[in-house]
């Protein structure tokens, strides 16, 4: 069976409680903010290429109240995150000192964000929850952060708005600074950007996005977590970032965005065979990423869905990030009809796959592979939804 996908109110009356017992009195703003797949383009962002994610009908949810105390203080509900689950640090002043990032781990993504607001935030009191799986590859840190953003939004309501994209960006900041993590732009773009029925193309070197309609009552994209995680050395995407850098400076180009197959077949003497794989993923995904934006906007999903398990395939192949549980998950999908085509999606060495699949056959899809898979798979059947926002209570 699908996993059941908690509702917003549900989230915003759990928080509430929370709320009441930890703070006292009621929580007089409520917001939300996406979790994200990506449906097409691994490994593009740091080559310049493009990304297609769409918003989740997976959100975290902050509730709270603005305070004059000086004190921001944040309970989060999840028991994943690490301990103590309760924390309070001061609200920076122009001339109070800097905030920097400590333990516990999961408060950083919200302090840097704090830190980074370009408005004055005076204290808060707020209780934070999560339908987004922590670790699972669908960006509960960058809806977490984007949360915050927009929770601090609506308490400062006369700050001037930024631009969804500044926004976006200062989220990318707090992660960068505060949580060490050397993200991209997707995640935090997509949370922030999102819209109903639609999914979101990103150029990750201009930094202009389009939102794509993808609303189609038939279909619908089916997220598997395969529940695992590979333990990394740690130099697996340093090294393939390093290694697409390299083709790019021996083709002669700023990134591997300016370049064809057909210039890396000129340069395949120069190059050794591994840099030459890691390329051939990175152009061919940067192409097949525009080809099925084309293809979509043709309501083509069996060529949009062939696209996808290609992605997969030079996933596997060229890049090798996937492992044989999103291998098996994606062979599994591919002989379930009304399946369009699956991948991996994220990063790789597990985490989750994404499956375009006819509405009517989603339930044989999930059955299949619960009666196959040799782990144990968890399914969310998701279709676009809104990007941030603040809730009315
Ligand atoms: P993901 O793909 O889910 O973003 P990451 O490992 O990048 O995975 O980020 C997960 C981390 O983000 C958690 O370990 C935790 O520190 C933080 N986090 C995300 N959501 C929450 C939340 N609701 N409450 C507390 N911490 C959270």
Redesign the pocket.
Known sequence: MAAQIPSVTSLVSEAQTAFTNTYGGVAAVAVSAP?RVNIIGEHTDYNDGFVFPMALPLV?VIVGNKTESGMCRVQ???N???RP?QVQFEAPTPSSSQLTPSS??????VKGVVAYFPGLVSGFDAV???S?????????????EVATYTFLEALTAATKPTSLKEKALVCQKAEHKF?N?P?GIM?QFISTMGKKGNALLIDCRSLESTLVPLSDPAIALVITNSNVRHSLSGTEYPTRRRQCYQAATTLGKDSLRDATLSDLEKYKGSLSEEVYMRARHAISEIQRTQEAVDVLRKKDYVKFGKLMTDSHNSLRVDYEVSCPELDQLVDIANTCPGVYGARMT?GGFG?CTVTLVSCECVSDLIAHTNATYKGQATFYVCQPEEGAQVLSL
């Open positions: 979790g975290t989060t509900l999840t994943m995150a690490d689950l516990p781990t999961w408060a950083n993504y934070v929850t999560t987004v799986p922590l670790g699972g590859g669908l960006s509960s840190s960058a809806s977490l949580a993590v993200c995640d994220g985490g």
